[in-house]
């Protein structure tokens, strides 16, 4: 079972970046697929991107193309999320997950193991 924990959430204004990193711990990363969801006050949880085992493919939520960058380092058990052009409405806690059966799901029911969350405030 692998163990996850977000760090670099924060404050930031709108039009503002950030990068959020996920350290894995007690499992062989590679063989998970990681995901990025959020979570803002009062709504579901919602799939934001995803990374395949290898890094090779990412896939991501309409809403954060373009803007928004997945990456992982298997070297150092580790995924990214770089945000950029933040808006007030992204304001949310972000957690990372791990999937070791399959392809990547967009769906948090398709995730075993989670994180506890970062919180990220976009003020406008």
């Known amino acids: 079972q692998v163990q996850l924990v977000e760090s670099g959430g924060g404050l930031v204004q709108a039009g503002g970046s950030l990068r959020l990193s996920c350290a894995a711990s007690?499992?062989?990363?590679?063989?998970?697929?990681m995901g990025w969801f959020r979570q803002a006050p009062g709504k579901e949880r919602e799939f934001v991107a995803t990374?395949?085992?290898?890094?090779?493919?990412?896939y991501y939520a309409d809403s954060v193309k373009g803007r928004f960058t997945i990456s992982r380092d298997n070297a150092k058990n580790t995924v990214y999320l770089q945000m950029s052009s933040l808006k007030p409405e992204e304001t949310a806690v972000y957690y990372c997950a791990a999937d070791s059966v399959g392809y990547p799901g967009f769906q948090d029911y398709e995730y075993g193991n989670w994180g506890q969350g970062t919180q990220v405030i976009v003020s406008s």
């Open positions: 007690g499992g062989t990363f590679s063989r998970y697929n």
């Open positions: 990374v395949t085992r290898s890094g090779s493919n990412t």
